[in-house]
């Protein structure tokens, strides 16, 4: 069993920076992939970020150039860098842990841009 924590989530002004965090914990003997998703009320989940086991990354065209993923293999845990946020990034953002092609999602952390 795998357990999937994301945290780093809250409220912050337009222009402002925050960093969120995904650990995953349990029988993991390896990760494919992680990825970052993200729902905001009455649309539907969407791909943020993904950063594979070669570190590899893709972004969302919405956040390119303001996101960055990363991740830290000692740790299990993958971040999300999140600067210059506007508005519109305000959702539920989830991690997605791919120990196998099967993966396991965390609980969600909200993330509100208001000003």
């Known amino acids: 069993q795998v357990q999937v924590v994301e945290s780093g989530g809250g409220l912050v002004q337009p222009g402002g920076s925050l960093r969120l965090s995904c650990a995953a914990s349990g029988s993991i003997r390896r990760i494919i992939a992680v990825g970052w998703y993200r729902q905001a009320p009455g649309k539907q989940r969407e791909l943020v970020a993904r950063i594979n086991s070669g570190g590899s990354t893709n972004y969302a065209d919405s956040v390119k150039g303001r996101f960055t993923i990363s991740r830290d293999n000692a740790k299990n845990t993958v971040y999300l860098q999140m600067n210059s946020l506007k508005p519109e990034d305000t959702a539920v953002y989830y991690c997605?842990?791919?120990?196998?092609?099967?993966?396991?999602w965390g609980q969600g952390t909200q993330v509100t841009v208001s000003s």
């Open positions: 997605y842990v791919q120990p196998t092609t099967a993966g396991y």
